[in-house]
């Protein structure tokens, strides 16, 4: 089996008004569907983000792969290392780390490596899961992940209701996880910060810890906090928060707020590569990764990981961005081969309401996203659907993320200078 040919089609999908530290989402989020065509007749499914810069990267290797071979997953990674030699810009946003050309590569490899998985598992008629080494659990543990948002995006009026409201207070934040628990039934939360004063956010999570007695909590400023600022906040919530998530930036600061507080730690910004952990590891800045195969180099890499977590005795978890079905169905298969995934995954899939791929590929039952069962990554394209968002992207009116800009429109004086508090 060779490959044939590929096709790259960026996509944009409501996205409802969810605060961070940068500002705003936008109206609509964007992503890249990749599709990865064989000589046998098969299609391999990959997604990744849809930012110009991922796109320009992604054209410039998607001619190259004609005649490659799905298996051969290292020369994949050579060929992607080779055309994208010297060109390849940032092509990451700020709130997985810092940017640079090892991550666009890993990125790219990502991309379509995920397609090459799938392409495998259809040829051979087995998921995902089983030739990354076999399930060790058949459902997979997802957190119920709250957001700081506003009513509407603005100024669009004439933009559809997302039917979450306002979450801008405590009230408002347990009224969203009230709504996420009853239905999809998740048994830990966390909630993005670094949006309000830092304890306006530890008040919040104090008014979930009472909602919800037993739900472990996390919270994510995204780095927005001082060492002060965040030794302060892991005081008041010692004992209530199961991990504080990038309160501070860099490895040296993750480590000097560690050494001062027994609040668990955990990273998806100060670690987002492997020549990132020794110094991790040495300073004890975290004691949590939070994996994200989009970002890592694949689901082949993300394995490595876990093995690296395993020796070092870090806790493991996943990263989430706004996505569509063929990265929770990535996600979901390569963590139910991780032996090593001690905390629930993230998962921005709640919030969705238009996808690329066929309706009922995805069941969570108590928290938990059942694999699917079909070969390769168990979800099917839906065309009509892929062609309606490929219109949409170029409707949308902008081709790289930008939570700023949506902000000024909320508040012109709008000053994303980190760290904010």
Known sequence: MLITGATITPVAFRDPPLRNVHGVHQPYALRAIIQVRTDEGLVGLGETYGDRGVLDALAAVAPRLAGSDPFDLNALERLVAEALAGSAGPATHGLIGAPGHAKTVATVVSAFEVACWDLR???????????????VRDAVPFSGYLFFKHAAHVPDPGYPADGWGEAMDPDGVVAQARRMVDRYGFRSLKLKGGVLPPMAEAEAI??????FPEHPLRLDPNTAWTVPTSLAVARRLAGVVEYLEDPTAGIGGMAEVARRTEVPLATNMCVTQFDHLPPAVAKGAVRIVLS?????????????????CRTFGLG???HSNSHLGIS???????AAAVPELTYACDTHHPYLTEDVVRPGAFRFTDGSLAVPEGPGLGVELAEDALGELAEQYLRCGFDTRDDITPMRAVDPGWDPVMPRW
Request: aromatic share 4%; charged share 20%; no cysteine.
């Open 292 to 308: 994200d195969h989009h970002y890592w180099g694949g689901l082949r890499a993300s394995l490595r990981l876990a093995a690296i």
């Open 121 to 135: 598992g259809k040829a051979l008629g087995r998921p995902v899961a089983e030739l990354l080494g076999g399930r």
């Open 328 to 334: 929770l169905a990535a996600m979901t298969q390569l």
């Open 206 to 211: 104090e008014a979930l810890r009472a909602a």
């Open 316 to 318: 493991l978890s996943m």
